[in-house]
């Protein structure tokens, strides 16, 4: 501004890079497999969400092909992407 400094990117920001701290999203997609249980009692016990959230990715998801079900950093959200496509779940990083 008015004070002559050049203003430079703040430290954290060039360590975490702009994608890490913009964070991604764990995104559940639509299969014709699973039971909304199954679905449901996953999100539950790996993201650990409430019933009732899981119950709204769930049905997000169904009707709309897929849902951002946690937004975090990669190296945060892998964990949970391969415990859901262990699951059999279809779960991509974006």
Same mark, same amino acid.
């Given at each position: 501004m008015g004070n002559g400094k050049i203003h430079t990117r703040p430290e954290w *920001? *060039?360590?975490t890079g702009v994608e890490e701290r913009a964070g991604y999203f764990l995104i559940l997609h639509n299969d014709d497999y $699973?039971?909304?249980d199954y679905v449901i009692e996953s999100l539950v016990e790996i993201c650990r $969400?409430?019933?009732e959230q899981a119950e709204q990715c769930a049905y997000i998801t $169904?009707?709309?092909g897929k849902c951002d079900v946690k937004k975090g950093g990669m190296d945060e959200l892998k964990p949970y992407?391969?415990?859901l496509v262990d699951r059999g779940l279809s779960v991509t990083i974006e």
């Open positions: *920001e *060039e360590k $699973h039971t909304f $969400h409430n019933t $169904h009707y709309k992407k391969y415990a």
